[in-house]
């Protein structure tokens, strides 16, 4: 209060994969469902009154994240990446206490080599941390803004070099790690409180006015508090509720049925670091199906499920088990020569010994007992032939992982080799050319989804999307189906046509998907 001391007190939270600085839209039970809706929501009924962009949060494209950014109510702060959602994001925010005290605050996402595609959000360009810091801060201290607190998502290394400035910023409120961080450096407290909201940190700043010199932080208290055995807020309870409902809808819908006669049958997904398997073939299929590509490729450590399908089966939630990471595919045109040598190169090694970057394969592409690739699609490989290739794009790259020291994640050396040798023929990159409007394959998707996804498609997606797309060859022809005879399918016309194939209604989650996988221009009408 006015002439005395004041406490503003700060709660944050961040990476939040279950169930906020960054990372909260993606990755989540929920998000490859509702793109982020219940998060959001949730943050909504919990009164968050700001959060930043993390990197997490491009795994979302574009309009669906533009969304999730209008929906929020608080203030969603972008203080490093200008032409993204300039009109539904804001620089900085400045709150004033009762007391007075004006407060500024910063949303800074990182700039740090690998953490995004060419090094930008989807395309839009990430500021330098450091000088966009200094350089708001010494706007709003213009503006007499009492103190300045930076929410961030970055690296703890690089939050100590955000520290070290001395910007004169009291607190950074940090993500991006998932551990508990607490250190002081200099006179800034870096805080970070792990993630899914099992701890939250919690910033006492107490402050004196003081006429001559303004407002000053006299004492600050910084601590974690663990939440998990805290009672259970009803009206939270009920909405959390509502949301997860459609999890346990899901645990019996099989998006993926295959027969004893079936040539991915008996489906299994054991062993995808040793050898091949039927899960990781139907994953290849749908993925290129679904591209249009040629040949199809996966590398067995991001197939995690590790288990039999004795009824030949596989439901929602077993399948998100099965992808759980964000595995981004593209198509690339490639020799079949390095087709050869990475399938080749990534099954070497001691039968018995796991490796991350064993390559799964469709059943189009003949891989003899040496794991030579000789053919595909009965057509036998030549070194100079060339064919259109999906899979993950991570694959291109030869990403290390810390935890991994001794050895390359997924580094199969033809492939890294080769992309570094044809920059230009990697998906996005200047000159490339649209192979699907070149070879004809594939459905149509439109133009923006294609940019606003950055030209890559995630693998779980892809599997729904084949999966709604058997559904709709085996509906009957469109007469039948246009009960009205409108002339248009709506929703409740393919729901009632579904439930009939199916012998039970379907999800919510299925028929978005099947409405996605036809909705060329996006008015939820075939």
Not at 419 to 447: F, H, V, Y
């Amino acid at each position: 209060m006015k002439g005395g001391r004041e406490l503003i007190r700060i709660v944050s939270f961040n990476d939040v994969y279950e169930v906020l600085n960054g990372d909260f839209v993606s990755p989540n039970a929920l998000s490859p469902l509702d793109k982020g809706r219940a998060m959001v929501d949730c943050l909504n009924h919990l009164g968050v009154t700001h959060v930043c962009f993390g990197n997490h949060e491009a795994d979302l494209n574009l309009k669906e994240l533009s969304k999730r950014v209008g929906e929020f109510r608080g203030v969603w702060l972008n203080s490093n990446m200008p032409s993204l959602f300039p009109d539904l994001t804001k620089r900085f925010d400045v709150v004033t206490t009762a007391g007075g005290v004006k407060l500024g605050l910063l949303g800074l996402v990182l700039q740090e080599p690998g953490a995004f595609r060419d090094s930008t959000f989807k395309g839009h360009t990430i500021e330098e941390i450091l000088p966009c810091a200094r350089k708001i801060a010494e706007e709003l201290r213009k503006e007499k803004v009492d103190l300045v607190v930076p929410l961030t998502h970055q690296s703890l290394s690089s939050d100590v070099k955000l520290a070290s400035e001395e910007f004169g910023f009291p607190v950074i409120l940090g993500g991006h790690e998932h551990e508990v961080i607490v250190r002081d450096v200099n006179e800034c407290t870096i805080v970070k409180a792990g993630c899914n909201c099992e701890n939250v940190a919690i910033c006492d700043l107490w402050i004196e006015k003081d006429e001559s010199q303004g407002q000053v932080v006299i004492y600050k208290d910084t601590r974690i508090q663990d939440i998990t055995n805290m009672e259970h807020d009803k009206e939270m309870a009920d909405v959390l509720d509502k949301h997860l409902h459609v999890l346990s809808v899901l645990q019996n819908e099989s998006v993926c049925v295959v027969g004893r006669d079936s040539i991915f049958s008996p489906l299994s997904s054991k062993g995808t670091r040793l050898m091949q398997t039927t899960v990781g073939s139907l994953i290849c299929e749908a993925c290129r199906v679904e591209l249009g590509a040629d040949c199809a490729m996966i590398n067995g450590a991001t197939i995690g499920g590790s288990r039999d399908y004795p009824s030949g089966k596989i439901t929602y939630m077993e399948l998100q088990a099965e992808l759980p990471f964000p595995t981004k595919m593209v198509v690339v045109e490639m020799p079949g020569k390095v087709i050869k040598e990475a399938v080749k190169f990534s099954r070497e090694g001691p039968v018995h010994m796991e490796k991350r970057g064993f390559l799964q394969c469709d059943p189009s592409m003949t891989i003899d007992d040496e794991n030579n690739l000789t053919h595909v699609h009965g057509k036998r490989v030549r070194d100079e032939d060339t064919f259109n290739v999906a899979l993950p794009r991570n694959l291109l790259a030869g990403k290390r992982r810390k935890r991994h020291k001794d050895r390359s994640f997924c580094d199969i050396k033809p492939l890294v080799a080769w992309a570094k040798e044809n920059p230009l023929l990697l998906p996005g990159s200047e000159g490339e050319e649209d192979w699907r409007e070149q070879k004809g394959k594939g459905r149509k998707r439109r133009k923006e989804e294609k940019e606003d996804e950055n030209v890559f498609s995630l693998a779980f997606k892809l599997v729904l999307e084949h999966k709604a797309s058997e559904i709709w060859l085996g509906l009957g022809n469109f007469e039948d189906l246009d009960a009205d005879g409108s002339g248009y399918l709506d929703r409740e016309e393919i729901t009632m046509a579904v439930t009939r194939k199916l012998g039970k209604e379907p999800s919510e989650q299925l028929i978005d998907s099947m409405l996605e996988a036809i909705d060329i221009d996006g008015n939820g009408k075939k």
